[in-house]
Nanobody
Framework: QVQLVESGGGLVQAGGSLRLSCAAS????????MGWFRQAPGKEREFVAV?????LYRDSVKGRFTISRDNAKNTVYLQMNNLKPEDTAVYYC???????????????WGQGTQVTVSS
């Protein structure tokens, strides 16, 4: 069992930055693919980024967002720079067994953290 707790969300102006953190329980954190997803109001949840031994990104965040992990701290991060109003969403952390953009490949989910970008 893995429990995930996100933090770091908030309100920021367009062009600003935020760093999201996701702290995980469990002794096998380093073996999991750790992903970030987001859900905007009225829209379906969508893939943002994932890291295991490599990384994948959603096209619209490439060059602006960076996913990283610290296995010693059981934590995964999402550094978000040059934020845009369209990045506004609830951001979720998830743990899965393989590097994937598909939500069905993730077994564990956090409760989410709100990111709001004002124009």
């Amino acid at each position: 069992q893995v429990q995930l707790v996100e933090s770091g969300g908030g309100l920021v102006q367009a062009g600003g930055s935020l760093r999201l953190s996701c702290a995980a329980s469990g002794r096998t954190f380093s073996t999991y693919a750790m992903g970030w997803f987001r859900q905007a109001p009225g829209k379906e949840r969508e893939f943002v980024a994932v890291i295991r031994w490599s990384t994948l990104y959603r096209d619209s965040v490439k060059g602006r967002f960076t996913i990283s992990r610290d296995n010693a701290k059981n934590t995964v991060y999402l550094q978000m720079n040059n934020l845009k109003p369209e990045d506004t969403a609830v951001y979720y952390c998830a743990a899965g067994v393989r590097l994937s953009r598909e939500q069905n490949d993730y077994n564990y989910w956090g409760q989410g953290t709100q990111v709001t970008v004002s124009s």
